[in-house]
């Protein structure tokens, strides 16, 4: 018997757990976009980055391509495309190069990937795990 899937309702998962403690990384919310029938999916990533030394925490926003098969599973690949913005710059119409909004996204795109296969590890977890009060057993 194929196990059933789980309901529409679920246990949250924490998402400060998706980085490492000591990262300057915690993220937010994530979410696979399919991108239509025929377009490379991405993963959409909204995180804060504390930035450097000052302790400015930034509202950033991350578009992950790449590395994934056509159902978004995530490898643990690092050879994608990753684009970061940050999302108060991007808020305020600021979407010019090296003018504020422009960051390296290989600063940020293995943390970012780890994340992503993490959060599918932790919903696979919830959606098989029998004391998940949503799991309907097999």
């Known amino acids: 018997m194929m196990p059933k899937l789980k309901s529409s309702t679920k246990p949250p998962i924490n998402l400060s ?61 690092f050879t994608g495309h990753c684009a970061v913005f940050d999302r108060d710059q991007l808020a305020a119409a600021n979407i010019q190069f090296a003018r504020g909004n422009s960051w390296r996204g290989d600063h940020f795109e293995r943390e970012l990937r780890r994340a992503i296969v993490k959060y599918q590890h932790l919903e696979m977890v919830c959606e098989f795990d029998d004391s998940n009060p949503n799991y309907k057993g097999w």
């Open 17 to 77: 757990t998706l980085t490492h403690p000591h990262s300057d990384i915690r993220v937010e919310a994530l979410d696979y976009h399919r991108n239509g029938v025929c377009g490379m999916g991405f993963w959409v990533v909204l995180f804060k980055w504390k930035d450097g030394d000052d302790l400015v925490v930034r509202n950033m926003m991350a578009t992950v391509f790449g590395n994934t098969d056509d159902t978004g599973v995530e490898t643990v690949e």
